[in-house]
């Protein structure tokens, strides 16, 4: 098998296109490549070939302020990233052709059938059709002591406001995940910042956005952005004034959860990282793999 460097963005659109299924999300390339940005990275797709035709790639990008290798789209993207290779038995010759200081999370659990790859993080997500999409026989199968603790959590949080797809509350959610993480938020970044900005915006145009907020003593004190897509409902990030009142964060996963039955979708996704607090929920989880050369 033959090996090329593929860096033109064009031609790159164009091998993802002829071998994602778009069966999630960020399968879709529009989404995906809302989190490119030229004047930080470069495109370094590792194409094989055979007898002059294309076997698969493996989708890398040059991270300049990183100086590191990893795969398309980056931390917001990396939720069961896959390897489009139409033989995957072959996949440790498309991994031998990555650079040093290669970086790929996010790995898809089922593609441990092919190669030995580390443990990355759990993602969490709830399969709707257990609980009949129905919010209250989910909440039931939680622990007794558990949903007493909620509702009286839930019910001792001030009057509220429900605002949908309000793209303005976007700055506020900036603020609320800067104040809640700090230096950690990933909003200190500003590739991902527009990132998710230009995703915000063209989930909007597309008609899936989900963007919830909650205002309470007219301001808005939480912010949630979810995006609904093939039968799946995406909570992709959010932040919420918990500071100042206590809970809202867990009233913002109610809302998520119902706002993902009322949609008709049977998985609602809560992504990696964060287990802490999505233990409490008894969500499903995978373990997600990673590759580092």
């Given at each position: 098998?033959?090996?090329?460097?593929?860096?033109?963005?064009?031609?790159?659109?164009?091998?993802?296109?002829?071998?994602?299924?778009?069966?999630?999300?960020?399968?879709?390339?529009?989404?995906?490549?809302?989190?490119?940005?030229?004047?930080?990275?470069?495109?370094?797709?590792?194409?094989?070939?055979?007898?002059?035709?294309?076997?698969?790639?493996?989708?890398?990008?040059?991270?300049?302020?990183?100086?590191?290798?990893?795969?398309?789209?980056?931390?917001?993207?990396?939720?069961?990233?896959?390897?489009?290779?139409?033989?995957?038995?072959?996949?440790?010759?498309?991994?031998?052709?990555c650079p040093n200081n290669?970086?790929?999370?996010?790995?898809?659990?089922?593609?441990?059938?092919?190669?030995?790859?580390?443990?990355?993080?759990?993602?969490?997500?709830?399969?709707?059709?257990?609980?009949?999409?129905?919010?209250?026989?989910?909440?039931?199968?939680?622990?007794?002591?558990?949903?007493?603790?909620?509702?009286?959590?839930?019910?001792?949080?001030?009057?509220?406001?429900?605002?949908?797809?309000?793209?303005?509350?976007?700055?506020?959610?900036?603020?609320?995940?800067?104040?809640?993480?700090?230096?950690?938020?990933?909003?200190?970044?500003?590739?991902?910042?527009?990132?998710?900005?230009?995703?915000?915006?063209?989930?909007?145009?597309?008609?899936?956005?989900?963007?919830?907020?909650?205002?309470?003593?007219?301001?808005?004190?939480?912010?949630?952005?979810?995006?609904?897509?093939?039968?799946?409902?995406?909570?992709?990030?959010?932040?919420?004034?918990?500071?100042?009142?206590?809970?809202?964060?867990?009233?913002?996963?109610?809302?998520?959860?119902?706002?993902?039955?009322?949609?008709k979708t049977r998985f609602?996704?809560?992504?990696?990282?964060?287990?802490?607090?999505?233990?409490?929920?008894?969500?499903?989880?995978?373990?997600?793999?990673?590759?580092?050369?």
């Open positions: 098998m033959d090996f090329k460097i593929c860096k033109n963005i064009d031609e790159c659109e164009a091998l993802w296109q002829s071998f994602s299924s778009n069966e999630r999300l960020f399968d879709v390339w529009g989404y995906r490549v809302c989190f490119f940005d030229k004047r930080e990275h470069e495109p370094h797709f590792i194409v094989g070939y055979s007898n002059g035709r294309v076997e698969g790639f493996v989708p890398l990008v040059f991270v300049k302020r990183k100086n590191q290798y990893n795969y398309f789209g980056g931390w917001f993207t990396a939720e069961r990233n896959s390897f489009y290779i139409k033989d995957k038995t072959k996949i440790v010759k498309f991994l031998e052709q290669t970086f790929l999370e996010g790995l898809d659990p089922k593609e441990n059938n092919y190669y030995k790859f580390l443990d990355d993080e759990y993602t969490h997500y709830l399969d709707l059709s257990r609980y009949d999409y129905s919010f209250e026989t989910y909440f039931s199968s939680l622990d007794k002591k558990r949903q007493k603790n909620l509702r009286y959590e839930i019910n001792n949080i001030p009057e509220y406001k429900i605002y949908s797809n309000r793209i303005k509350d976007f700055k506020r959610l900036i603020e609320l995940n800067i104040k809640r993480f700090e230096d950690d938020s990933k909003f200190n970044d500003k590739t991902i910042t527009n990132g998710i900005y230009n995703l915000i915006k063209l989930l909007g145009e597309k008609g899936i956005l989900d963007m919830i907020s909650v205002e309470i003593n007219n301001k808005v004190e939480a912010v949630d952005i979810g995006a609904v897509f093939n039968g799946r409902y995406y909570a992709l990030i959010g932040s919420s004034n918990y500071q100042k009142i206590p809970n809202l964060g867990k009233l913002m996963t109610i809302l998520d959860i119902k706002s993902a039955i009322a949609k609602i996704e809560f992504g990696a990282t964060s287990d802490h607090w999505k233990n409490m929920w008894e969500f499903d989880k995978d373990m997600l793999l990673k590759f580092m050369k």
